[in-house]
């Protein structure tokens, strides 16, 4: 033990940086001593959808292999040592071969697909998954209801993987729509998390902020159970000196009429946050949010001793942001 307060860390995560951070947490939370179990992960499912026949949950899986160690690192989604004779035997049929699924990865979205049939919820699959893996943190879908991502533009709705995979991220983005979100049931281990008055902190990953997080924050009792929740809440910035480390994060930001900024990303979570991770190239950018407590380090997160260093700094942040409140 190393020192840190103790408690569950609750983590809003979306797929690639999320899951980077999220493996960094692992690590620092180890370092200290604190049982993995500490440690939930909340992942969108707003990426999910039905191709050939079967149910995807991209975040979720990014998450999964991540944490197991089967993530291909270099692509950011899917296996390592994955091979590709499914989609060659796809291609060679005709069949719809814009969406890449690996065969290993593919085994994943069979099984889930055919427990989701059986009548098990997204989350009781995710559990069995994560047991399989040997995963001891727990990574929960922010939803068992369907949430489903669209984006709108100038030739009509499309549906999120349509537009991110099928079409590049190419069309520009007039308006966002989280369907399903309004009514849809948050996690209630997530809940349970938030109205725990032992949570040590709560982690806002660096995904994107609107497409990953947005629908996390978009179930209305997510929402207010976070802004209404006493552990402090800390962000880490997405965007490095005006660029994001991958994804339409900036491009998106630009088109919806955001400053696409370290600090307009933190403006975005107003009432939500206290406190601010951020890298030292926009360390600048802290003058413009006195409210929050803020630090600023290189986030590029490349080895697995960048992740650990930029949980640590978040963990620290959110701790040192508790002594304050006991203290004022
Ligand atoms: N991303 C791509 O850019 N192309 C793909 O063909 C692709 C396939 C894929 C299959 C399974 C999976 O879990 C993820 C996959 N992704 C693919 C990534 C995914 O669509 C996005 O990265 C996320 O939804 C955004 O967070």
Wanted: hydrophobic share 50%.
């Amino acid at each position: 033990m190393t020192g840190g307060r103790r408690g569950t860390v609750l983590a809003l995560s979306g797929g690639v940086g999320g899951a980077k951070l999220a493996l960094g947490l692992v690590h620092a939370l180890a370092a200290e001593g604190a049982p993995a179990a500490d440690l939930l992960v909340l992942a969108n499912t707003g990426d999910d959808f039905e191709h050939l026949g079967l149910h995807i949950s991209p975040d979720i899986d990014t998450l999964l292999y991540a944490l197991s160690g089967r993530d291909d690192a270099q692509r950011g989604w899917g296996r390592a040592d994955e091979t590709w004779h499914f989609m060659a035997a796809l291609r060679e049929l005709g069949g719809q071969d814009w969406f890449q699924l690996g065969d290993r990865d593919l085994a994943l979205h069979v099984e889930r697909t055919r427990r989701l049939r059986a009548g098990e919820t997204l989350s009781e699959v995710t559990g069995a998954v994560s047991a399989k893996f040997g995963i001891d943190a727990r990574v929960l879908a922010m939803t068992d209801d369907p949430v489903r991502t669209r984006v709108e533009c100038a030739q009509g709705w499309m549906g999120f993987q349509e537009w991110f995979v099928g079409a590049r991220c190419e069309p520009v983005v007039r308006s966002l729509d989280f369907a399903g979100a309004q009514a849809a049931r948050p996690n209630p281990h997530a809940m349970e998390a938030l109205a725990d008055p032992g949570l040590r902190a709560v982690i806002i990953c660096p995904s994107n902020p609107l497409l990953s997080i947005g629908p996390i924050l978009a179930m209305p009792a997510l929402r207010e159970a976070l802004a209404a929740c006493r552990a402090p809440v800390v962000a880490v910035s997405p965007i490095i000196a005006g660029q994001a480390v991958r994804g339409p994060t900036v491009k998106l930001m630009g088109e919806l009429g955001l400053p696409a900024t370290a600090a307009g990303v933190a403006q975005g979570y107003a009432g939500l946050i206290g406190g601010y991770v951020l890298d030292e190239a926009d360390a600048h950018a802290a003058a413009a949010l006195p409210h929050l407590a803020t630090v600023a380090l290189p986030t590029l997160m490349t080895t697995l001793q960048d992740r650990i260093h930029v949980a640590g700094a978040a963990l620290a942040l959110a701790d040192r942001m508790a002594v304050g409140r006991v203290e004022a």
